[in-house]
């Protein structure tokens, strides 16, 4: 599902790693990872945080559309 790479591919291209985006929303790495990974589904306050911090809509995230 898009969701998932795009949230790695977000993370990546501002060389940050899992551990900073969980500390930004309140996490574990851990958790983050399987957020990530799409083995658990992200609760959805925290996508709108990302959006917000990666300066990107919801939509994008979700994979509706591909512009940011």
Wanted: glycine share 4%; hydrophobic share 30%; proline share 1%.
């Amino acid at each position: 599902m898009y969701k998932y790479q795009r949230l790695k591919d977000l993370r990546e291209d501002r060389d940050l790693y899992q551990k900073n985006v969980a500390d930004l929303l309140g996490t574990t790495q851990r958790q983050y990872s399987r957020w990530e990974t799409g083995a658990q589904e992200i609760p959805f306050h925290h996508v709108i945080t990302l959006a917000k911090f990666y300066k990107c809509s919801i939509d994008y995230i979700a994979g509706l559309t591909n512009r940011k």
